[in-house]
């Protein structure tokens, strides 16, 4: 049985396999085929933070998968008011088939997948967004942007910085992270990409300069300065990230059909502006889609492993 925490735990060949499915799944879908790889399986799905996509994508995937899904939001379990986890995860999963997680400690999923008879799945911590990564490839791909991609990172050292850390180092291509000083991602985190990227050819770049990490770039991403959890520190981490924003100024930057990634939910004047958003090179709806796409093939893949 195998979890889904971090890509750290996953080879570039099962990250690939995991995608490949769920293209199949999707190309399927699209021609009103559906085939039922999960029946009368049950998600549980438990949210300690607020989301709109990766409930509906979850949700929604395990249904066409033939399954239910459970929405635990943690103010309506025990959870949430003092029940430990490690009780929480052995009696949850003695009657359901899966489990995402959605919460702030990364030690909190792993402690859950610890005592947890069946697949946990990280639906983001504090640290990573793992599933979020397996839909961003999938859209390089849908894109024809997974060819040695060279991707520019630009604003806050966060979860989202992690995970393509990790996917970068694994798949073995360029990413190149600008973040204000102060702001850039965890050390732990970058020391365990650059390890990785030893073995898999990866360029792995760390700075300050978003125009340089821009340059030439073919995929250019972002994400929100003040994540879930941050709220207080809005205010100052606006100011903090002046020039950090994703324009056409800096998109003119990158290559001629370089494509634009958002995890969503954007904030429009802050990260990323609303003509880049909104614009030609933009792909974000797409990339939004594809989690569904995405977690599908990744809850077959995971099932199919018990
Ligand atoms: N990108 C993402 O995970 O969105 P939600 O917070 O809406 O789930
Ligand atoms: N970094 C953001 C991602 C939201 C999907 C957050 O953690 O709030």
Known sequence: MRHFLTLKDYSK????????LGLRIKA??????HKEYMPKKTL??????????TRVSFETG???LGGQGLFLSSRDIHLGRGEPVKDTARVISSMCDMVMIRTFAQ????EFAEYSDVPVINGLTDSFHPVQLLADYMTMIEHGHAENPVVAYVGDGNNMTHS????????GFELRVATPKGYGPDAAVVAQAEA?????????RIGNDPEAAIAGATVVTTDTWASMGQEGEKEERIRAFQGYIVDDAKMALAAEDAIFLHCLPAYRGQEVSESVLEGPQSVVFDEAENRLHAQKGLMVWLDRQR
């Open 13 to 20: 060949e099962e990250i690939l396999e995991i995608i490949d």
């Open 28 to 33: 399927d879908l699209k021609k009103g085929i």
């Open 44 to 53: 549980a799905m438990i949210f300690e933070k607020s989301s709109t996509r």
């Open 62 to 64: 395990i249904y066409q």
């Open 107 to 110: 030690g909190m999923l792993e």
């Open 164 to 171: 393509w850390l990790l996917l970068a180092a694994k798949l």
């Open 196 to 204: 990785i990227a030893e073995e898999s050819g990866a360029v792995i």
